[in-house]
Every structure is written in structure tokens, then in C-alpha cells.
């Protein structure tokens, strides 16, 4: 299964197990510093959801960032092997296509 498949499955996973109610959902506890867990109740007031709802939000896209974080890494190996340097005819192809604008 690919990183953007991953991702695509772990949301609709996310929503149908948020969507199923709360008691239904796994119940954890967390323990979080005071100044972070305010900040979160202001948010969620600001944003008018759940707190449950805010902490999933915050779940789902640490884990979309982790999962992309090898992804970045295997394209910049990948990139940082390749000249970066576009050839010199497709550049000259590339402004002729444009043709001259005045910006």
C-alpha cells in the first residue's frame, strides 16, 4: 500500500471510528503540560467543536506528517543526485513558448 493510499485509508479509518460515537471510539487517557491542554480548550471554543474532535484533528495530521517524512527523504535522495540545473535548449524553448509580456 503506497504513503497517499496509506493516508487516504488512516482518515476514512479516523472519521468512521470518530463518526461511531464516543463510547464506541477506543477512550484513552493523556496527560499534557496546563499551558498546553488551555491553549487547546481556547481553540476549541474558537473553532466551536469538541475537544475529542480537536485532539483527533491533531492526531490524524501528526500522523499524515510522519508518514510523509520518509517520503520527503526518498525524494530528496533521489533529487540530490540529479542536476539541478534546467538544459540550457529546453530553457530557451521554454521562453520563446512565452513569448515577451510586460509585467
Same mark, same amino acid.
Given at each position: 500500500?503506497?504513503?497517499?493510499?496509506?493516508?487516504?485509508?488512516?482518515?476514512?479509518?479516523?472519521?468512521?471510528?470518530?463518526?461511531?460515537?464516543?463510547?464506541?471510539?477506543?477512550?484513552?487517557a493523556?496527560?499534557?503540560?496546563?499551558? +498546553?491542554?488551555?491553549?487547546?480548550?481556547?481553540?476549541?471554543?474558537? =473553532?466551536?467543536?469538541?475537544?475529542? #474532535? %480537536?485532539? *483527533?484533528? @491533531? &492526531?490524524?495530521?501528526y500522523?499524515?506528517?510522519?508518514?510523509?517524512?520518509?517520503?520527503?527523504?526518498? +525524494?530528496?535522495?533521489?533529487?540530490?543526485?540529479?542536476?539541478?540545473? =534546467?538544459?540550457?535548449?529546453?530553457? #530557451? %524553448?521554454? *521562453?520563446? @513558448? &512565452?513569448?515577451?509580456?510586460?509585467?
Amino acid at each position: 500500500m503506497g504513503p497517499r493510499l496509506q493516508v487516504a485509508y488512516l482518515r476514512r479509518a479516523i472519521a468512521f471510528w470518530y463518526n461511531l460515537g464516543y463510547t464506541a471510539a477506543m477512550k484513552t487517557a493523556i496527560s499534557i503540560p496546563d499551558p +498546553l491542554f488551555k491553549e487547546a480548550e481556547r481553540l476549541t471554543k474558537r =473553532l466551536r467543536i469538541p475537544r475529542s #474532535q %480537536l485532539y *483527533a484533528r @491533531a &492526531l490524524e495530521d501528526y500522523v499524515k506528517r510522519q508518514m510523509s517524512k520518509g517520503i520527503k527523504e526518498a +525524494l530528496d535522495e533521489v533529487y540530490s543526485t540529479e542536476p539541478s540545473e =534546467l538544459d540550457p535548449v529546453i530553457a #530557451q %524553448l521554454q *521562453a520563446e @513558448a &512565452l513569448g515577451r509580456e510586460d509585467w
